[in-house]
């Protein structure tokens, strides 16, 4: 009878341990009696995060480690040093009141390492993410925490800090790899200067840092060397000081309904991630570095960093490379000197005084690390630096004050637009070279009015006559209508109208900020709707050789046109002076932003780039042969190939596109648009233009896209060659491989590439007869045509290799490279 009791009693235990098992997953909570084995977990209450056990791909280690919804985002780790090296772990907490991970041995692995705690103490997993060690003993006093001791991940509310006092920090540090979580090269810390920044060092040198902290209410609290920052993190960082001395930095944006996270990867890049639910991924939203000009020190001392520019580093107006020889070979770590010696100087050296010195403007830079901060207004910012023989630049920065150098000045880097203005100490006779060219400048401006004024005065008699609404222009589309009539012509395409007030607000007043980029029509920047709909408007600029045929030449072309592959227009305006295209936003901006920026390289596997090759194919194809119009673009290269968030292309600015009628198949201009490097010879030279000459740009962007080298700024040290000559010495020596980028060298796609390297050198041929057009082009990439014919010399290339034999004889005399993109013949 007892041992049929005893039977009875074995379901019902099983179901009990069937019940507290799945009890303990759910709980939050850790104690004494209370603890996880591998491979339990706890949730925290909102169930996002969890803690547990996990291991890393093509790895056995086991580490104890907290991560938002799955594994794969881990956002800390606490035996990282240590790894467990079965499934045999615990994690509880101790006799002495501490947290602790224990081998199967019961040997402690990890531990929170609080001395005087109680032995009644617990630990919680809170919502949002942070591991709390309490004292029950003292009314759940916190003892411990893992916001104080993060790994590579920050956290909403959590601080990263440093005790002005002790030096003593709270900092990210970066895994040693992505199957590694053991501490790497890399952290992330605030350095609590007058004025503090943030900065990534690797070891101990630095690696990049922010830029001052600027509190102002008027463009928002940020860092101004991160020119993502904008208004929106007015309401989420936050830097602040603790009564103890100690400075931090934390975050919380309003919307937390979707995480964001800030990570420093394994490579020193400082992440900020946000996760898309819908798709349930991570995103990122920005990084730094994001080239090579955010490294820290790129150009040296005295030298200044400009991405846009090639070569990137130059030297300040009134200094020289230390070591010209070096400079040229593109080592900048020696930096520059200046010119002429300080009279100030001369003066203390007690050499003959001549004029005093003056200081010369450096606009829109990231200013220079370890300035001396004062509240000093503008004026008496100058006057302070200029009374004091050693100061050698000054910075009035809005919303910040005053910052002085009388070091060497170190990190300054060049922004296409804000965020301030640096003074730097010369000679006087440096301010005379400096007043000569604006005295030039002044003159040839009052010329170009002048001449100005006369055309325009001819235009308006030539515009009284009554002509055809529209006649050939040198391939464009000439309206000769006022505005306003050709903004009827728009309606009646029924293309919306979007009002410039509108405009301003969703880009924030068009702020410096939101600037997506800038091209021959002038500034794009990001901007989001009323019903937040994110576009791209790009904004005519006064200063742009482009003007209203070009504009209405792109309205009306771009909107008859409706492809995957070509990107959207969603409508215009033009208000007085304003004349304004707006576009569907392309989360990553142009093919040029990763082909040719060594960082965003890597994103870019072959699959990507094929994919990218293959979509541009469809678009041209559209535009030559399956639209309503049969369109020659005439201006295609990377910068004008604008990827969505999955990486698709889409061909943009069609302000140089001509419409081809009826019949035709090539025409003749004698107006010749477009970017050299990138022009068919017939075109480039003859002005003759046709499918043909786009094949030819496809070709040359093709071999683009396979090496990852511009072929305009290609410069070989022994060959002084094209990336298209550069292409045909080695497609003839029957070795390409100097030619794949080393991004997708290694893998096994190595046919595919060649064929393409092929179909590049078949686009870019001398003679137009020869190319195949891109119908023939699309066959050759899914390789329905099996056997490429051999391609023929491409053009340009002739003089290149006469002269590369010459060079061959003279490589040793000094030379210097100019990268020069001329946009078009005419102004643009």
């Known amino acids: 009878m007892g041992f049929i009791s005893r039977l009875n009693l074995i379901p019902v235990l099983l179901i009990f341990s069937c019940f507290h098992l799945d009890f303990g997953n759910a709980i939050d909570t850790i104690t004494s009696s209370q603890f996880i084995k591998d491979p339990e977990t706890i949730n925290s209450k909102n169930s996002r995060f969890k803690l547990g056990f996990f291991s890393l791909e093509n790895s056995t280690n086991r580490y104890v480690g907290i991560w938002y919804f799955s594994q794969s985002t881990v956002i800390w780790v606490a035996n990282r040093n240590k790894p467990l090296r079965d499934t045999s772990g615990i994690v509880t907490i101790s006799e002495d009141g501490n947290l602790v991970v224990l081998n199967g041995q019961k040997e402690v692995v990890w531990s929170s390492n609080v001395s005087n705690t109680a032995n009644n103490s617990s630990a919680q997993l809170s919502d949002s993410g942070n591991l709390v060690l309490q004292d029950n003993s003292r009314s759940k006093t916190t003892v411990w925490e893992s916001f104080q001791h993060p790994s590579d991940t920050m956290l909403p509310t959590m601080k990263i800090s440093t005790d002005k006092r002790t030096g003593e920090k709270i900092q990210l540090t970066s895994w040693k790899s992505s199957s590694d979580p053991s501490i790497g090269s890399y952290s992330f810390s605030l350095e609590p200067l007058n004025v503090p920044e943030v900065f990534t060092w690797n070891g101990t040198s630095p690696y990049w840092r922010s830029g001052p902290w600027r509190s102002g209410t008027w463009n928002g609290q940020i860092f101004t060397g991160v020119t993502e920052m904008n208004s929106g993190y007015l309401d989420g960082f936050k830097l602040g000081e603790e009564e103890e001395g100690t400075v931090y930095l934390t975050f919380a944006f309003a919307d937390d309904s979707d995480l964001s996270i800030f990570v420093l990867n394994s490579e020193g890049i400082l992440e900020r991630r946000y996760w898309n639910g819908e798709k349930d991924i991570w995103k990122v939203g920005w990084a730094e570095p994001k080239d090579e000009c955010d490294v820290y020190g790129k150009c040296g001392t005295f030298g200044i960093c400009n991405s846009l520019s090639s070569p990137i580093c130059s030297c300040l107006r009134g200094f020289e490379p230390m070591n010209k020889e070096e400079w040229n070979e593109k080592n900048w770590t020696n930096g520059c000197v200046r010119r002429v010696p300080l009279q100030c100087e001369r003066v203390k050296n007690g050499s003959e005084a001549g004029k005093g010195d003056g200081f010369l403007k450096i606009e829109m830079v990231k200013v220079p690390y370890l300035g001396e901060w004062s509240s000093s207004p503008g004026d008496k910012?100058?006057?302070?630096?200029?009374?004091?023989?050693?100061?050698?630049?000054y910075a009035n920065v809005a919303g910040i004050g005053c910052f002085s150098w009388s070091e060497n000045l170190t990190d300054i880097q060049k922004f296409p637009s804000g965020p301030d203005d640096?003074?730097?100490?010369?000679?006087?006779?440096?301010?005379?070279k400096e007043r000569d060219f604006k005295v030039i400048i002044i003159i040839t401006v009052l010329i170009g009015i002048i001449i100005i004024s006369i055309a325009a005065y001819f235009l308006w008699r030539w515009n009284t006559n009554d002509r055809a609404n529209i006649q050939k222009s040198g391939g464009l589309l000439d309206f000769s209508e006022d505005l306003t009539a050709d903004m009827k012509r728009a309606e009646l395409q029924e293309l919306p109208l979007f009002e410039f007030a509108k405009l301003a607000t969703a880009t924030n007043d068009f702020h410096s900020a939101n600037m997506l980029g800038q091209g021959g029509f002038g500034p794009v920047y990001k901007g989001i709707l009323e019903d937040g709909k994110e576009v791209a408007v790009k904004r005519l600029s006064r200063a742009s050789g482009q003007g209203r045929e070009e504009f209405m030449n792109e309205v009306v072309v771009i909107s008859k046109l409706q492809h995957r592959n070509l990107v959207k227009l969603l409508g215009c305006c033009i208000e007085g002076d304003e004349k304004m295209l707006i576009y569907e936003?392309?989360?990553?901006?142009?093919?040029?932003?990763?082909?040719?920026?060594p960082l965003k390289q890597k994103d870019l596997d072959w699959r990507k780039r094929f994919n990218i090759i293959q979509g541009i194919a469809r678009g041209l194809l559209y535009l030559h042969r399956d639209s309503r119009l049969i369109i020659i673009h005439r201006d295609l290269k990377p910068s004008n190939i604008l990827l969505d968030e999955e990486l698709n292309p889409k061909i943009s600015d069609f302000g140089m596109a001509r419409i081809f009628k009826g019949s035709e198949d090539k025409d003749k201009t004698k107006r010749v648009v477009g970017t050299y490097g990138y022009m068919s010879p017939e075109y480039a030279m003859e002005g003759l233009f046709s499918e043909k000459s786009d094949v030819f740009s496809f070709g040359v962007l093709l071999l683009e896209i396979v090496s990852g080298r511009k072929n305009t700024s290609f410069y070989d040290d022994d060959l002084s060659l094209t990336l298209v000559g550069f292409a045909w010495k080695f497609w003839n020596e029957d070795n390409v491989t100097p030619l794949i980028s080393p991004e997708i060298y290694d893998q096994c796609f190595r046919n595919d590439i060649m064929r393409c390297i092929q179909i590049g050198l078949l686009c870019v041929q001398e003679l137009a007869r020869y190319r195949p057009t891109v119908a023939t082009i699309i066959s050759m990439l899914h390789s329905e045509i099996v056997n490429l014919p051999?391609?023929?010399?491409?053009?340009?290339?002739?003089?290149?290799?006469?002269?590369?034999?010459?060079?061959?004889?003279?490589?040793?005399?000094?030379?210097?490279i100019n990268n020069v993109t001329v946009t078009i013949v005419q102004g643009r």
């Open 585 to 597: 936003y392309m989360a990553n901006k142009s093919l040029d932003a990763f082909l040719f920026k």
């Open 790 to 816: 051999p391609p023929k010399q491409p053009a340009f290339t002739e003089r290149q290799i006469m002269l590369s034999a010459e060079s061959s004889q003279k490589k040793h005399r000094p030379s210097s």
């Open 381 to 393: 910012c100058r006057t302070r630096c200029f009374e004091n023989c050693s100061c050698i630049a």
């Open 422 to 432: 640096l003074y730097i100490r010369v000679d006087f006779s440096e301010l005379d």
